[in-house]
């Protein structure tokens, strides 16, 4: 009993770390030059903080491919939205997350 659960407790960790590899727009990877991981570095200097949420997408400006990341800074309730050309890897957008996030 305790082997099942040993294995079952793995299985979700496991699975539990995959998603949070995971981002919206991820199958658009292939299409881009920048990683996810370059891209992330690239947005946190550019507005340093943690990322509350990540996505690749297709948006005008730029290649057209762009990760776009929600970093929350050390003020309570404010958020910065950082876009990142993922062909090039400049910073197309800094500035706080709009009353209608995406």
């Not at 658009?28 to 340093?48: C, F, G, M, S």
């Not at 290649?63 to 950082?82: A, C, H, M, N, W």
């Amino acid at each position: 009993m305790k082997k099942l659960i040993v294995a079952t407790g793995a299985a979700c960790l496991s699975a539990f770390i995959l998603s949070a590899q995971a981002y919206t727009g991820e199958e658009l990877a292939k299409d881009a030059k920048v990683t996810i991981e370059q891209a992330r570095a690239i947005a946190l200097k550019a507005h340093p903080g943690k990322i509350a949420d990540e996505e690749l997408e297709k948006e005008n400006g730029g290649s057209g491919l762009r990760y776009s990341f929600d970093i929350k800074g050390d003020k309570p309730g404010k958020t910065q939205e950082v876009g990142v050309d993922a062909l090039t890897g400049k910073v197309l957008e800094n500035k706080p997350e709009g009353a209608h996030p995406d």
